[in-house]
């Protein structure tokens, strides 16, 4: 029962966390000749399971030297240092204590923020000097490229939810049951969604928008300042809903005017 339990749970948590990987794969692969988009998909998500795969394995060495810092405080806790980096009024002072809890985890979260910060802006500004033809054809070639970054990202979305992985079971039976499920999910769905963002461009921008704010979250996190993660939520929720209505109106402007010419046909 526990078994399943935690399975049932990372299950669910390994799918609502690989939408920001489906996201990705999709602005991603999109870029890749039309016929090579599901290949460059099912090569980049299998890969990125191997590697999820190996992590977890690895997990046990990697929390005992996530909790670490590099250069700890001396007679102090990391939770000392960050309640009384809390009550420090001074920023020097702040910066200070701040530098006594930087670890392996924290390491990796801010260069992963960093990573989908500065590809999710780059990509945005090719959108908007209108450089997305050029761009394709520049990186359309290159399918390596194109599976390395989906394995780099994988990795960066990974991490955190592996860290919560380990904080609901110890089975790592239960872990890679769940992870495995999750990608078949994705390598089942990501296609669909693919396609669905190549048809509407402002879903595309959208989604850069969310791997922004995602990436200042994972920086926020490296240097332990907590965002409720309900915030970022709710903005998402609200952003596609506000998108979705908008669809629909451009969807009702088009079909008016088809409308209206059967009409007149109709009446000749």
């Known amino acids: 029962m526990e078994f399943i339990i935690a399975f049932l749970t990372l299950t669910f948590l390994e799918i609502i966390l690989g939408v920001d990987n489906i996201i990705f794969v999709s602005i991603v692969t999109n870029k890749l ?3 090579k988009q599901r290949k460059g998909r099912i090569i980049g998500l299998t890969l990125a399971l191997i590697f999820r795969l190996i992590l977890l394995v690895l997990i046990t060495w990697l ?3 996530l909790t670490t810092p590099f250069f700890p405080l001396e007679n102090f806790t990391t939770e000392d240092v960050l ?8 920023i020097l002072e702040k910066a200070k204590l701040l530098f006594h809890t930087i670890g392996v985890r924290e390491l990796i979260l801010s260069l ?9 802006v780059s990509e945005v500004h090719h959108k908007m000097e209108g450089a997305a033809k050029e761009h394709k054809e520049t990186v359309g070639a290159s399918m390596s490229k194109i599976i390395m970054q989906i394995i780099a990202l994988d990795l960066v979305f990974s991490f955190d939810s592996i860290l919560t992985a380990v904080g609901i079971t110890e089975n790592i039976y239960a ?3 769940a992870v495995v499920i999750a990608m078949i999910i994705m390598l089942a769905f990501s296609g669909k969604i693919s396609s669905f963002i190549a048809k509407h461009p402002t879903l595309e921008m959208l989604a850069l928008s969310f791997l922004i704010l995602i990436g200042f979250m994972l920086i926020l996190e490296g240097v ?3 965002v409720p993660k309900g915030y970022i939520y709710f903005a998402v929720f609200f952003s596609l809903v506000v998108e979705i209505l908008n669809l629909n109106i451009k969807r009702k402007k088009k079909t008016k ?3 209206l010419i059967r009409k007149i046909k109709d009446e000749e």
């Open 175 to 177: 872990m890679v049951a």
């Open 63 to 65: 929390i005992h030297h």
């Open 33 to 35: 000749p039309k016929e």
């Open 224 to 226: 332990h300042i907590e």
């Open 83 to 90: 309640d009384k980096m809390h009550h420090e009024e001074n």
């Open 257 to 259: 005017p088809v409308e």
């Open 112 to 120: 992963g923020g960093l990573f989908l910060l500065g590809k999710s």
